[in-house]
């Protein structure tokens, strides 16, 4: 199976990946026509679906809000994976889409039309002592206590791990 990305993913990332992809093939759109990088989207929702393809992978969620395009895609049974909130960044996009590749895959198999809204968000630090002190809660135990049963001495931290056999 053959899945269109739009212009904004790293060629080099995806065509680094084929190895494990198995039967699925992430192709350009460039690759497919050239002429497919200049039309607006309910057009090439259209030119993908008489050109045989099932889907299309984009960064332009913006088109699920737009009538038109949504009733383009309606009609074409497509089915369009969107990804929002990593700007123009082809790694950030490419990983977003790996993500939730597998099940973009499943629905396009099962030649539904359907629509993944990804949202992928950058993760937000987080102190190990609060997760420290979630993770004793959970157990029952007094976040001090449990501390001092399981810490790392000082001479545990000097210790050689990899020592020399």
């Given at each position: ?14 065509n680094?990946?084929?190895p ?8 350009p ?14 057009p ?26 949504l ?7 497509l ?14 996009a ?14 396009v198999?099962a030649?539904a039309?359907v ?12 102190d ?6 979630e993770a ?18 000082d001479?545990?931290?000097q ?7």
């Amino acid at each position: 199976m053959q899945l269109p990305l739009d212009h904004n993913f790293s060629e080099p990332i995806v065509n680094a990946l084929k190895p494990w992809m198995g039967s699925l093939e992430l192709l350009p759109i460039r690759q497919i026509d050239d002429r497919l990088t200049g039309l607006d989207d309910r057009p090439l929702l259209i030119a993908l679906r008489q050109l045989g393809f099932e889907g299309l992978v984009t960064l332009n969620y913006r088109m699920l809000r737009n009538p038109s395009e949504l009733a383009a895609i309606i009609k074409t049974g497509l089915t369009v994976f969107a990804i929002e909130g990593v700007g123009h960044d082809p790694l950030r996009a490419t990983g977003a889409l790996l993500l939730d590749l597998p099940s973009a895959v499943k629905a396009v198999d099962a030649g539904a039309s359907v629509v993944y809204w990804m949202r992928p968000r950058p993760p937000q630090p987080q102190d190990p002592r609060d997760l420290f002190d979630e993770a004793a809660t959970r157990r029952h135990e007094d976040p001090a206590e449990l501390y001092d049963s399981v810490e790392v001495s000082d001479a545990e931290l000097q210790t050689p791990v990899l020592a020399s056999s």
